[in-house]
């Protein structure tokens, strides 16, 4: 079932946005055939909402074979399209940084002492910062606007090939509730939510600080921070300790994953503006060659 719906997304995102996903799926054995390991821990965000941390070397070997000329773990476009992305939403505009930059950053560890070198380098984040990776978090409070009627209309159009279906017609009636609560601060007598709590929440559901054999961070920094960062990385990527990819941009995007809006049933994907951790993933990968 998950693979048939992975088929689908393939077909989805090349019907609507002209892009060839590479989608597979590996089996954990061929992993442990390779004698990586998976190590898996979870990071509970907010109370009852967590993301997976993963370790051990397995996930970037799983992403070596998917993205080889093995096509054996490689799923095929399916002839269906997704319908809907169901409680997935791109409504808030970018948000500004508050303190002048909102960094991209990307590091691998090298060597076989990779958990002190992680260590090392998330102290020197906190001594750079002088402050904790929590209080980096780019969503904050104040910054946050939810975008007009008529952009979420139009981001909300690229994502249906038909726009009158059932689908589209549920979106628009979704988008116009959303837009008078988040934009305008209008509660409708028939709706019972309370929008401040959902929205001030919302810092404590994103996933601006990721790990998958990659360290993954979004922070919010000054000028100043960023140039010492540079320095300290560059220093440890010359010392053989890492490889690092590293994007400086004005904002942060947002991206939303809701199931409900209750505290812990929605989260928040984060990334740097003007392409964020794609950008930072070229520079990584270009050292790693």
């Known amino acids: ?42 990071l ?15 996930l970037n ?10 096509q054996n773990f490689l799923i095929k476009k399916h002839q269906a399209t997704v319908t809907e992305l169901k409680g997935l939403s791109c409504r808030w505009s970018p948000i500004p940084a508050k303190k002048g930059l909102i960094i991209s950053l990307l590091v691998v560890a090298r060597g076989e002492n990779f958990s002190t070198v992680y260590q090392d380098v998330l ?6 910062l002088e402050c904790s990776i929590e209080d980096a978090n780019p969503i904050s409070l104040h910054n946050k606007q939810y975008k007009s009627f008529w952009a979420a209309l139009k981001e909300e159009s690229k994502y249906h090939s ?6 589209f017609f549920k979106r628009f009636f979704d988008i116009s509730l959303s837009v008078l609560i988040f934009r305008y601060r209008l509660n409708p007598a028939f709706f019972t939510f309370n929008a401040k709590k959902y929205k001030d929440g919302i810092n404590q559901h994103s996933d601006y600080r990721k790990f998958d054999d990659t360290l993954r961070l979004i922070i919010d920094c000054r ?25 400086a941009s004005k904002e942060a995007l947002m ?24 950008m930072a993933a070229k520079q990584l990968k270009s050292q790693i060659k």
């Not at 070997?61 to 093995?70: N, P, R």
């Open 162 to 167: 038909k726009l009158f279906s059932i689908d």
């Open 44 to 58: 509970e965000i907010t109370q009852g909402k967590f993301i997976a941390l993963f370790r051990g070397g397995g």
């Open 1 to 42: 079932m998950v693979s048939i719906e992975l088929a689908k997304l393939i077909r989805f995102a090349e019907d609507n946005f002209s892009l060839q996903l590479r989608v597979a799926m590996i089996p954990v054995k061929e992993i442990y055939k390779a004698e990586k390991e998976l190590l898996v821990s979870k």
């Open 255 to 278: 991206t939303c994953f809701v199931e409900s809006t209750q505290q812990g049933e929605h989260l928040h994907f984060i990334d740097g503006g003007d392409g964020g951790l794609a």
């Open 61 to 70: 070997y799983a992403d070596q074979l998917a993205k080889s000329s093995q």
């Open 223 to 247: 000028k100043k921070d960023y140039e010492q960062l540079k320095q300290a990385l560059e220093t440890a990527y010359t010392d053989k300790d890492i490889y690092y990819g590293l994007y």
């Open 123 to 128: 102290k020197k984040i906190r001594e750079i």
